[in-house]
Nanobody
Framework: QVQVEESGGGLVQAGESLRLSCTAP????????AGWFRQAPGNQREGVSC????????EYSDSVKGRFTISRDNAQDTLYLQMDSLKPEDTGTYYC???????????????????WGKGTLVTISS
């Protein structure tokens, strides 16, 4: 079983930045694609960004493209999400997830993900 844990959420003002981290200790995580998903109150969960196992391919939702950057450090079994120019509509619980797949790419469809963290809350005030 892979234990996934997010950190780094908090309350910031619009225009500021946050960096989320996700750890998943163990040799498997570094071979899998991983991603960040979010859910705002009353909304369905949506894919924000994903990255393949080697960190060479990344995908972003249109709503965050150009503002968020996903990265990973496989030596540390850690995934990051740098969030800049935050907007109130970015508010929500952010989840880290991993797909037990070493495919060349990644996908923002959450049905592909096998392991999930419990989430970290991000609140952006206007």
């Amino acid at each position: 079983q892979v234990q996934v844990e997010e950190s780094g959420g908090g309350l910031v003002q619009a225009g500021e930045s946050l960096r989320l981290s996700c750890t998943a200790p163990g040799p498997a995580f570094r071979d899998w694609w991983a991603g960040w998903f979010r859910q705002a109150p009353g909304n369905q969960r949506e894919g924000v960004s994903c990255i393949n196992w080697s960190g060479t391919v990344a995908e972003y939702s249109d709503s965050v493209k150009g503002r968020f950057t996903i990265s990973r450090d496989n030596a540390q079994d850690t995934l990051y999400l740098q969030m800049d120019s935050l907007k109130p509509e970015d508010t929500g619980t952010y989840y880290c997830a991993a797909a037990a797949s070493n495919g060349l790419g990644c996908d923002l469809d959450d049905s592909y993900m096998d392991y999930w963290g419990k989430g970290t809350l991000v609140t952006i005030s206007s």
